[in-house]
Every structure is written in C-alpha cells, then in structure tokens.
C-alpha cells in the first residue's frame, strides 16, 4: 500500500467519524450530503428514540407538563382569533400551531410527536414494551397536568376577550357533540399528520425548513377539521370549567376516541410505511449481535430500562 492509498483511507476515517452524530446515527446524507434517504432517517429516529426511551422519569414528567402548557397557546389563540374572525377558515386557525412550534423546536415531550421515536427501538426489539409504555404514561400524564394547569388559568382569569370565552365553548362543544366514530377517524388522520412531521423533521437541515414543516402540518388539523388529543383534553376541561358540561362524561365520549386515534395513526405510519420501506440490513450489525437485542420474553415483559441503542459499526 503506497502513501497516497493510506492517506485516502485515513480520509475516509476521520470522514466517517466527522459525518455520524456521538449516538452513531448519520448527521449527513451519504449519497448526498443535504438529503438523507429513508434508512438514514429510520436510524436517525431510532437514536433519538433510544435518548427518550433512557430519560428519567421526572425529567420526562416535567417536560410533557411544559409541553401540555405550552398547548395552552394553541387553544388561546385558536379561540381568540375564532372570535375576532367569526369562525372564518384559515384565519381563525392561522396561530394554532404556534404550541406545537414551541414543543417541537424546544424539545419538549408530547405525547403525539416525542412519543413515536421509541416505537422503532420496540420494533427492532432494542426495548421492551413495558419500556415504551412507561414513556407513554408519563408523557401523557404530563401533557394532561400541564394543560389542565393552562385550562383553569384560561377559566378563571381575564386572559380571554368576551369573544374568545364564548368562541373557546363554541370550539368545546363542536367536539364533544362529534359522534365517537368520527371522531377517531378524524384523530387517526392527525395521528398520520403529526407522525409525518416526526419523521420528516429527522431528515430536515435547518430550523427555518422545521419551522415550516411543523407550521404547515399543524396548521392543516384545524383546518381539517381534526383532533389531537392533548388540545382536545384543554378544550374539554375548559369547557367543564365555564359551563355545567361533564368532564367525566367527555373523557370517555370525547377524549377516548381522540387518544386513540392519534396513537393508532401515528403508529400506523411508523409501522407500516415507514419501518417496511426502509431496508431489512438497516440494524442487521445489531441483530446479529447476542447481547445487541432482546429476547421475545425480555421483549414482551421486560424491565422499564431497554437497552441501548448500539450503532452499526
């Protein structure tokens, strides 16, 4: 081997290195450098997935109830501009995904966009289900504690014009009177946009091409007609609030269809566009490994704890 053989190998090294991010995962395309293809994406989430499937309990708690708050923004501003525009299409829902723009550049947990990156560590059978439970029921009792805290201080102070009060129970009631059915179709087809944005927010370069990702995305539930689940429990509680509306009825009539939909969209999208069009090699240097995944009893009743994510070497 000649000087100039060992430097290019020396080269393609150091390039290797420069070109995956600490976790293993690949920070730039390697066909071309600015686009990833569909594999690079998958172990992108997967990486991602297996920081949030690892995190503390209290770390995950106080983020979903930052994010749930932050859901507050949504509502305040979906009710406001609804009232100052009577329910006009797209400009009363023009600022609706300013609390989803929060969440997702800030790196808060909510139940519908963090939550979905560790269902492909399950699918590898790099954690357990139990695993992934734990991180659903934290994140989303955090949503819910975050935005009940958002709907009382929406109820009992002055932050709400006249309009907006009565537009924010107009917006309440429409979904409460939603038959169930419709409304977990309408959920479920959230659940596809919001895992969407999930994965294309992997493969995206820059905060400006975020921004318009999640701007766009969310902007399209309102105007579709459609629910996420942690603005529909602001709404419902809210509406119990300021009105003689049962909550305990609508989380069941109301909420139930809502969370359901959204969980079975968005992994649905994971599972079956997303995770059978990426390659069967794109962790086979892990699954040929005896410690690299769990066992189908690990698996199904594993500890909280899964183990972490190994990158091909």
């Given at each position: 081997?000649?000087?100039?053989?060992?430097?290019?190998i020396?080269?393609?090294?150091?390039?290797?290195?420069?070109?995956k991010?600490?976790?293993?995962?690949?920070a730039?395309?390697?066909?071309?450098?600015?686009?990833?293809?569909?594999?690079?994406?998958?172990?992108?989430?997967?990486?991602y997935?297996?920081?949030e499937?690892?995190?503390?309990s209290r770390a995950?708690?106080f983020?979903?109830?930052a994010?749930?708050f932050?859901?507050t923004?949504?509502?305040?501003?979906?009710?406001?501009l609804?009232g100052?525009?009577?329910?006009a299409?797209v400009?009363?829902?023009?600022?609706?995904?300013?609390g989803?723009v929060?969440?997702?550049?800030g790196?808060?947990?909510?139940?519908t966009?963090?939550?979905?990156?560790p269902?492909?560590?399950?699918?590898?059978?790099?954690?357990?289900?139990?695993?992934l439970?734990r991180?659903f029921?934290?994140?989303?009792v955090?949503?819910?504690?975050?935005a009940?805290?958002?709907?009382?201080?929406?109820?009992?102070?002055?932050?709400?014009t006249?309009?907006a009060?009565?537009?924010?129970?107009?917006?309440?009631?429409?979904?409460?009177?939603?038959a169930?059915?419709?409304?977990?179709?309408?959920a479920?087809?959230?659940?596809?946009?919001v895992?969407?944005?999930?994965?294309?927010d992997?493969s995206?370069g820059?905060?400006?091409t975020r921004?318009?990702?999640i701007y766009?995305?969310f902007l399209a539930?309102?105007?579709?007609g459609?629910y996420h689940?942690?603005?529909s429990?602001t709404?419902?509680?809210?509406?119990?609030l300021?009105?003689d509306?049962?909550v305990?009825?609508g989380l069941?009539?109301f909420?139930?269809?809502?969370l359901?939909?959204?969980?079975?969209?968005g992994?649905?999208?994971?599972?079956v566009?997303n995770?059978?069009?990426?390659t069967?090699e794109?962790?086979?240097?892990i699954?040929e490994t005896d410690?690299?995944?769990?066992?189908?009893r690990?698996?199904l009743?594993g500890?909280f704890?899964?183990?972490?994510?190994?990158p091909p070497?």
């Amino acid at each position: 081997m000649d000087e100039d053989e060992r430097k290019e190998i020396k080269k393609r090294a150091v390039r290797a290195v420069v070109e995956k991010s600490e976790s293993g995962a690949p920070a730039v395309g390697s066909t071309v450098r600015d686009r990833f293809g569909t594999d690079e994406i998958y172990q992108r989430v997967v990486a991602y997935g297996d920081h949030e499937i690892a995190e503390g309990s209290r770390a995950l708690v106080f983020s979903g109830v930052a994010a749930g708050f932050a859901i507050t923004l949504t509502f305040l501003l979906y009710a406001s501009l609804h009232g100052a525009f009577d329910g006009a299409p797209v400009l009363s829902q023009l600022l609706y995904p300013l609390g989803f723009v929060y969440i997702i550049l800030g790196g808060y947990q909510l139940y519908t966009e963090n939550t979905l990156p560790p269902v492909t560590l399950v699918l590898e059978r790099l954690a357990s289900l139990p695993a992934l439970l734990r991180v659903f029921v934290l994140v989303l009792v955090g949503n819910f504690v975050g935005a009940g805290l958002g709907a009382v201080v929406l109820a009992y102070t002055g932050v709400f014009t006249p309009e907006a009060a009565d537009a924010a129970v107009f917006i309440g009631e429409t979904g409460v009177e939603t038959a169930w059915w419709d409304l977990f179709f309408k959920a479920l087809f959230a659940g596809l946009i919001v895992a969407g944005v999930v994965w294309m927010d992997f493969s995206a370069g820059d905060t400006v091409t975020r921004f318009l990702l999640i701007y766009m995305a969310f902007l399209a539930i309102p105007v579709a007609g459609l629910y996420h689940v942690v603005v529909s429990f602001t709404e419902l509680l809210y509406l119990g609030l300021v009105t003689d509306y049962s909550v305990a009825v609508g989380l069941w009539e109301f909420l139930t269809p809502v969370l359901l939909g959204n969980t079975l969209g968005g992994i649905l999208l994971v599972t079956v566009v997303n995770y059978f069009q990426t390659t069967e090699e794109r962790l086979e240097d892990i699954r040929e490994t005896d410690d690299g995944v769990l066992t189908w009893r690990e698996w199904l009743l594993g500890g909280f704890a899964g183990r972490s994510y190994l990158p091909p070497k």
